[in-house]
């Protein structure tokens, strides 16, 4: 989370388009929540102003300039996945630029091509 926020230069988690959360304790492990890249997006179907751009082959991407704040993309996500950054009125929605990936300790996030099933390691981003 930490990595995502800084790949804008921001400091702390506030900029982070990823979360990750317990899954009930140390023992029970970590779940990561992230856009799930939906190829119906339930956020863009809800934005009034069509901020929210299919990117293919499936999720979304920001049209900042469109995006006037209403948050109807955070509550029609299923999954949590769309989070908000409130300094700016605006939500976050990862793009998998994989800069996560390359500072992940663990190498629990990776990039994969589902189609393909070709994965790319932790450090090729």
């Known amino acids: 989370m930490f ?9 702390g988690l506030a900029g982070a388009c990823i979360g990750v959360r317990s899954a009930g304790g140390i023992r029970r492990g970590f779940v990561v929540v992230v856009c799930r ?3 119906d997006p339930p956020c863009a179907r809800v934005c ?3 901020a929210l751009v299919l990117r293919p082959p499936g999720g979304v991407r920001l049209r900042a300039e469109l995006c006037i704040g209403c948050g109807n993309c955070v509550q029609a996500c299923p999954f949590g996945a769309v989070f ?4 700016q009125n605006k ?3 990862c793009v998998y630029c994989g800069y996560c990936a390359r500072y992940c300790p663990y190498d629990v996030l990776a990039l ?12 090729a981003g």
């Not at 908000?84 to 300094?87: E, Q």
């Not at 994969?112 to 450090?123: N, W, Y």
Request: proline content about 12%; overall charge negative.
């Open 3 to 11: 990595a995502c926020a800084r790949r804008l230069g921001e400091g």
């Open 37 to 39: 890249a939906c190829p």
């Open 48 to 50: 009034p102003t069509d």
């Open 84 to 87: 908000w950054d409130a300094s």
């Open 91 to 93: 939500p976050q929605i």
């Open 112 to 123: 994969e091509d589902v189609a393909s099933g070709v994965q790319s390691p932790a450090g």
